[in-house]
């Protein structure tokens, strides 16, 4: 938490000038017990009208002056809080952009959400109630006990008692609630954990009818989150009842020995009540106070999980920034020598001994069972993943010492699942590349066989694109991101099964429109289905992660088992070529 502080550096100026308003504010309140015996004591005890006028309005203009001090701190904190969260978030979100694939495997997407919203709120609220209090309180408490002092030495002596009395219960409760509120914390990472997988996977969950399961896992965990509140609630809610007993027993000593000494003379009736303002001042700033240390101790504990995230080191080191395109472009785009790829936390190797040279402007197939590799394959080319063995290089440079900005510019992925941005088409296409013309976007789509949903849409490049693409169909969705990916131009072009959806005859569309592009870039297709890939110049067979066939479609089905398998399995099923 103490690194993040230095994000509030650039708002010292308000940090500094909150308290000090709050302060003011205090020394006008410890005055108004003294303008009230003041009017106690000799506006009423002598029936001097004119006297208590001018003490009335000297309370309203106390109060009046009090208002402007509060309300101009509150400005204050607010401005440092809120400024201060700003800042951690854009901090937290370019260090996440930072990150590589396998640091955010491994800290997960949910609860990087919960620490970018939840979290920062938290630190958020404690800072601007830090900000508020933890000088006006204290000040209160002690400035009312020298101000009892001021009026009676015996009296005051009651406040000696209660004060350290009242602290112990107000600081016991706090310090058994904190720990309980960290347990609150977590539970609600996984409530939004299992929020955010529900709602993600609304359609998965419906079309398997697992709405019941789903409902009582939530419902499970809710109720966890639910009663871990309820008790950090009901232990919070002892400190009422109790505090105002001990206030309450205070008062009424206050009070009963007050009334002897009037009687006695040694003490006024203003003094007493004086006295007992000072007591109740006392017992809600104590409150406050308590309110506030568990606001600092949740903050302190969210601001440790943030910080835990900017801890994380990016694994993967940017290599030079010399720019490739100056060099001459080499024989061969992509090899990759003897490569392995394990995934950190995964036990096997997902990917053994790949060993592939792709030559400039060919397509290459890639082909395999599910979980063969296929992805990790490609995964490596843009530099997603580290090779844990071996290396990869891209136009004859190893991709570790590229920069990573110029080699991921030459290279365009379409995954396997469609994504695409809530806006226009034009905007979504121009994620390509900024300055797109929409003569280059219209290119685009119509190599990516999109050109006639662009078309159908009222709008065209203009029609709104719902986020996720919910407004499209799956097919749409595929063809939109593939004119996204040629949008840039690029020397080399991913796609990742990521013309499933498509049916063949467009498949085969698309795939002699990008060999037959200006420039046309070195392609890798993913796909499980033989005919998608068997024109290329060369396919890669993979099964269990590891190379069992490299060559054309014809050498392959003489040569490659495995292969041979997918291809008749596909070609009987049809009853066709596949
Ligand atoms: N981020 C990851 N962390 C850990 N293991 C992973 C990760 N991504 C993939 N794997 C594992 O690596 C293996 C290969 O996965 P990959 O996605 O490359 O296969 P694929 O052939 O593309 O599969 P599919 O055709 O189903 O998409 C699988 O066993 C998978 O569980």
Same mark, same amino acid.
């Given at each position: 938490m103490k690194k993040l502080l230095i994000y509030l550096k650039a708002y010292r100026k308000e940090a500094c000038l909150a308290p000090i308003f709050k302060m003011l504010e205090a020394v006008f309140e410890l005055f108004v017990p003294l303008v009230i015996k003041g009017i106690i004591d000799y506006g009423i005890a002598a029936e001097d009208r004119a006297y208590c006028l001018r003490m009335g309005l000297l309370l309203l203009l106390l109060a009046v002056i009090g208002l402007a001090m509060a309300t101009t701190a509150q400005w204050f904190s607010a401005r440092a809080a809120a400024g201060f969260a700003a800042k951690i978030k854009q901090v937290l979100m370019e260090h996440i952009q930072k990150l590589s694939y396998t640091e955010l495997d491994t800290i997960g997407t949910s609860t990087l959400i919960t620490r970018m919203t939840s979290d920062v709120n938290q630190v958020?609220?404690?800072?601007?109630?830090?900000?508020?209090?933890?000088?006006?309180?204290?000040?209160?408490?002690?400035?009312?006990?020298?101000?009892?002092?001021?009026i009676d030495f015996k009296a005051a002596m009651i406040f000696v008692i209660t004060i350290p009395l009242l602290s112990v219960v107000v600081f016991g409760i706090m310090l058994s609630s904190i720990p309980l509120y960290?347990?609150?914390?977590?539970?609600?990472?996984?409530?939004?954990?299992?929020?955010?997988?529900?709602l993600t996977g609304v359609r998965v969950i419906r079309a398997f009818n697992k709405e019941e399961e789903e409902i009582s896992h939530f419902k499970t965990e809710n109720e966890q989150f639910t009663r871990l509140q309820t008790f950090v609630g009901k232990i919070s809610a002892l400190m009422n009842p109790l505090t105002f007993v001990i206030v309450n027993s205070a008062i009424l000593v206050l009070v009963w020995t007050g009334a002897w000494r009037v009687e006695g003379g040694i003490l006024t009736q203003g003094a007493v009540v004086a006295l007992v303002n000072y007591m109740s001042q006392i017992l809600v700033e104590l409150i406050k106070l308590a309110d506030l240390i568990i606001n600092i101790t949740k903050a302190v504990a969210c601001g440790n999980r943030i910080q835990k995230v900017l801890e994380v080191e990016p694994s993967m080191?940017?290599?030079?920034?010399?720019?490739?395109?100056?060099?001459?472009?080499?024989?061969?785009?992509?090899?990759?020598?003897?490569?392995?790829?394990?995934?950190?936390? =995964?036990?096997a190797p997902s990917l053994t001994d790949i060993d592939l040279h792709v030559k400039t402007g060919q397509t290459i197939g890639i082909i395999g069972g599910t979980g063969s590799g296929k992805t990790s394959v490609v995964n490596l080319i843009p530099r997603f993943y580290d090779a844990t063995q071996g290396n990869v290089l891209v136009f004859g440079k190893p991709v570790k010492e590229q920069d990573m900005e110029s080699l991921r510019s030459q290279i365009a992925v379409v995954p396997q699942k469609a994504v695409l941005f809530a806006g226009t088409i034009r905007e979504n296409m121009k994620w390509g590349k900024e300055d797109a013309t929409d003569e280059e976007?219209?290119?685009?789509?119509?190599? =990516?066989?999109?050109?006639?949903?662009?078309?159908?849409?009222?709008?065209?490049?203009?029609?709104?694109?719902?986020?996720?693409?919910?407004?499209?169909?799956?097919g749409q969705r595929q063809r939109?991101?593939?004119?996204?990916?040629?949008?840039?131009?690029?020397?080399?072009?991913?796609?990742?099964?990521?013309?499933?959806?498509?049916?063949?005859?467009?498949?085969? =569309?698309?795939?002699?429109?990008?060999?037959?592009?200006?420039?046309a870039p070195t392609v890798f297709i993913v796909s499980q289905r033989t005919s998608s890939i068997r024109f290329a110049d060369q396919i890669l067979v993979l099964d269990d992660g590891k190379s069992v066939g490299v060559g054309t479609h014809d050498e392959l089905l003489t040569t490659c088992s495995v292969y041979k398998e997918i291809y008749d399995s596909q070609y009987k099923k049809s009853g066709k070529e596949a």
């Amino acid at each position: 938490m103490k690194k993040l502080l230095i994000y509030l550096k650039a708002y010292r100026k308000e940090a500094c000038l909150a308290p000090i308003f709050k302060m003011l504010e205090a020394v006008f309140e410890l005055f108004v017990p003294l303008v009230i015996k003041g009017i106690i004591d000799y506006g009423i005890a002598a029936e001097d009208r004119a006297y208590c006028l001018r003490m009335g309005l000297l309370l309203l203009l106390l109060a009046v002056i009090g208002l402007a001090m509060a309300t101009t701190a509150q400005w204050f904190s607010a401005r440092a809080a809120a400024g201060f969260a700003a800042k951690i978030k854009q901090v937290l979100m370019e260090h996440i952009q930072k990150l590589s694939y396998t640091e955010l495997d491994t800290i997960g997407t949910s609860t990087l959400i919960t620490r970018m919203t939840s979290d920062v709120n938290q630190v958020q609220t404690g800072t601007n109630l830090v900000l508020r209090l933890f000088m006006r309180s204290p000040f209160i408490v002690f400035g009312s006990m020298i101000m009892a002092f001021t009026i009676d030495f015996k009296a005051a002596m009651i406040f000696v008692i209660t004060i350290p009395l009242l602290s112990v219960v107000v600081f016991g409760i706090m310090l058994s609630s904190i720990p309980l509120y960290k347990k609150v914390q977590s539970q609600l990472d996984r409530v939004l954990g299992i929020t955010r997988e529900n709602l993600t996977g609304v359609r998965v969950i419906r079309a398997f009818n697992k709405e019941e399961e789903e409902i009582s896992h939530f419902k499970t965990e809710n109720e966890q989150f639910t009663r871990l509140q309820t008790f950090v609630g009901k232990i919070s809610a002892l400190m009422n009842p109790l505090t105002f007993v001990i206030v309450n027993s205070a008062i009424l000593v206050l009070v009963w020995t007050g009334a002897w000494r009037v009687e006695g003379g040694i003490l006024t009736q203003g003094a007493v009540v004086a006295l007992v303002n000072y007591m109740s001042q006392i017992l809600v700033e104590l409150i406050k106070l308590a309110d506030l240390i568990i606001n600092i101790t949740k903050a302190v504990a969210c601001g440790n999980r943030i910080q835990k995230v900017l801890e994380v080191e990016p694994s993967m080191e940017n290599g030079s920034k010399e720019c490739i395109e100056e060099k001459r472009t080499p024989a061969n785009a992509v090899d990759f020598n003897h490569v392995s790829l394990t995934y950190s936390g =995964a036990g096997a190797p997902s990917l053994t001994d790949i060993d592939l040279h792709v030559k400039t402007g060919q397509t290459i197939g890639i082909i395999g069972g599910t979980g063969s590799g296929k992805t990790s394959v490609v995964n490596l080319i843009p530099r997603f993943y580290d090779a844990t063995q071996g290396n990869v290089l891209v136009f004859g440079k190893p991709v570790k010492e590229q920069d990573m900005e110029s080699l991921r510019s030459q290279i365009a992925v379409v995954p396997q699942k469609a994504v695409l941005f809530a806006g226009t088409i034009r905007e979504n296409m121009k994620w390509g590349k900024e300055d797109a013309t929409d003569e280059e976007i219209m290119e685009a789509l119509t190599i =990516a066989q999109a050109a006639e949903v662009v078309q159908k849409k009222e709008g065209g490049l203009d029609a709104f694109v719902e986020q996720g693409g919910k407004n499209l169909s799956g097919g749409q969705r595929q063809r939109l991101t593939i004119a996204r990916a040629l949008v840039r131009k690029p020397r080399i072009l991913i796609l990742d099964d990521s013309a499933s959806a498509l049916d063949f005859a467009t498949d085969a =569309a698309l795939r002699k429109a990008i060999r037959e592009m200006k420039n046309a870039p070195t392609v890798f297709i993913v796909s499980q289905r033989t005919s998608s890939i068997r024109f290329a110049d060369q396919i890669l067979v993979l099964d269990d992660g590891k190379s069992v066939g490299v060559g054309t479609h014809d050498e392959l089905l003489t040569t490659c088992s495995v292969y041979k398998e997918i291809y008749d399995s596909q070609y009987k099923k049809s009853g066709k070529e596949a």
